[in-house]
């Protein structure tokens, strides 16, 4: 906000205090954001060691490690947009601050759980955190930054989403070689601090000067709704079988509760989600294409981790290390994507992106317990390529779709449906996953008594945990639980591939091709006057 003392830049609305320290204001949100995509991606190396029985770990199941992941993706996506109306009315630092109060706290109780079921109440603490601040790190970028530079600095923070990748996975593979699991989670404490010392110092507040009203009641709608539509789909994969009268029922209440949610949105005045945001075309195929592939890498990412650690038996360590070139190639491209924009246009780079993302998933379906590592080094390089030149392009779409003063409800747009995505992704490709796993070991479990065949029929883990615990005479269940896991990667990593083919279509069909010069300038010239 601009006073007296504080002037703006000639022909600017920031104030030249800000302007000076934008790029160090950028690194303090960045921070933020490393540990809300840290968490995540240190989770996904530790979820083999927690489905570990105690001492180890906690024994959870695959549906719970489903769920210690989905509690916090849905808490955050249910809450996104409410935290960053909330942020454009409270002040977006204010939010910022608080939101990592929040994840800090959490992340403390998560490190200490007893049980799966405390670990996934207590994720659902870091949820609420992280809902908000992700919107309002991007919000606050969007009023730091001119307009011109905002590609930049969206591209670089995109490239911020890179180096958590890259952390994480190492950093848990670290932690969990010398630690207990719990210190995946401790680790964020200290980085929490950090950043709310450096917000203080550093971070201007900005807000809407006519923000929206607070929506409980669509809130409320949204996250019941999402809860029963994930629990159904997890619970016909836990139990193979989605004609249960329990998953069709919980399915079809929760597909009734976001209808209901719909309806209450268009006739509401003041809406947790402004549904007439969606009549343009282009800003629904920009967010349909962050979910889709939200949805297809984080099915893929659940299921590579056991890839690499129960099948080919390499350490939570050696599988973070296995993971950096996909956050190489994000953090070598995802700053220079928009030169690629500004070459071959949104429609091109995006389509392009995705077809890539299609590829390295359909990749996976090859893989078998003794396919040279190297591939899979190559698949993951180009993965992060690809998703590099899908995330930045579209950010910049969605935020400049809006006016600089709802950037929070951009924002939060753009985070709910990437993280609704992620959700519906590891639930509907956790579920593909274990019925196919189910389906492919039942016939082998034939000596075990009844009770144990369930639990052992639910995932990889489970199985070879109970083969541990047989002794010698586990040793028969091996060969056949990674044949099994194999053909069940191979038929959910088609899916996934299916589901980027698919963003792949939209995306050409809506996105705006590369504009004519003149047109271009023209924009530039009316964007000017209008400013």
Do not use: C
Request: glycine letters at 10%; a neutral charge; zero cysteines.
């Amino acid at each position: 906000m601009t006073s007296p003392a504080d002037p703006a830049l000639p022909g600017s609305r920031i104030p030249e205090a800000v302007h000076r320290r934008r790029w160090a204001i950028l690194g303090v949100l960045m921070l933020s954001l490393l540990i809300v995509v840290l968490d995540n991606s240190i989770l996904n190396v530790a979820i083999k060691t927690i489905s570990t029985p105690a001492p180890t770990g906690l024994g959870a199941t695959q549906s719970e490690l489903e769920w210690a992941i989905n509690s916090y993706t849905l808490v955050f996506a249910g809450l996104l947009f409410s935290a960053g109306l909330l942020g454009d009315r409270l002040g977006r630092k204010r939010v910022l601050l608080g939101g990592l109060a929040a994840f800090g706290l959490g992340s403390a109780l998560a490190a200490t759980a007893g049980s799966p079921t405390e670990l996934i109440a207590f994720r659902a603490v870091m949820g609420l955190g992280a809902a908000f601040v992700m919107p309002a790190t991007l919000a606050v970028l969007m009023n730091v930054f001119e307009r011109e530079e905002q590609p930049k600095a969206i591209g670089i923070w995109a490239g911020g989403v890179g180096l958590a990748i890259a952390i994480g996975p190492i950093t848990g593979g670290v932690l969990l070689d010398h630690f207990w699991w719990g210190s995946v989670f401790l680790i964020n404490v200290p980085i929490v601090l950090i950043a709310v010392a450096l917000m203080i110092w550093l971070v201007p507040d900005s807000r809407d000067p006519n923000p929206g009203r607070i929506d409980p009641i669509g809130v409320v709608l949204s996250v019941v709704g999402l809860v029963l539509l994930v629990y159904g789909i997890i619970k016909g994969g836990q139990l193979a079988d989605f004609t249960d009268a329990t998953v069709l029922s919980t399915i079809g209440a929760g597909l009734a509760v976001l209808v209901a949610f719909v309806v209450f949105e268009k006739r509401s005045d003041h809406p947790s989600i402004d549904v007439t945001y969606f009549k343009n075309k282009v800003f629904s195929a920009a967010i349909a294409a962050i979910a889709l592939v939200f949805f297809a890498l984080m099915g893929v990412t659940f299921f590579s981790v056991f890839y690499t650690q129960s099948v080919r038996g390499y350490s939570p360590l050696q599988t973070g290390l296995l993971m950096l070139p996909l956050a190489a190639a994000q953090m070598i491209f995802a700053p220079r994507a928009r030169l690629v924009v500004d070459r071959f246009g949104n429609k091109a780079t995006t389509t392009a992106g995705l077809l890539v993302i299609a590829a390295t998933l359909a990749a996976f379906a090859g893989f078998e317990a003794d396919t040279p590592i190297w591939i899979l080094e190559v698949v993951f390089f180009l993965m992060g390529a690809g998703m590099a030149h899908i995330m930045t392009p579209v950010s910049v779409v969605i935020m400049q779709a809006l006016p600089r003063e709802k950037a929070g409800s951009a924002s939060a747009l753009s985070n709910t449906f990437r993280q609704l995505g992620g959700a519906l992704g590891i639930a509907v490709l956790g579920s593909v996953l274990s019925t196919a796993y189910r389906n492919g070991i039942e016939d082998k479990l034939d000596l075990l008594p009844a009770g144990l065949r369930h639990t052992a029929g639910e995932s990889i883990e489970a199985t070879l945990g109970v083969a541990d615990k047989l002794g010698p005479r586990g040793d028969a269940l091996i060969g056949p639980a990674h044949d099994a896991f194999l053909h069940a990667m191979h038929v959910t990593a088609l899916w996934g591939a299916g589901v980027a083919v698919v963003g792949a279509i939209v995306v050409a069909v809506f996105l705006p091709g590369r504009p004519p010069t003149a047109q271009k300038d023209e924009e530039g010239r009316k964007l000017v006057a209008a400013e």
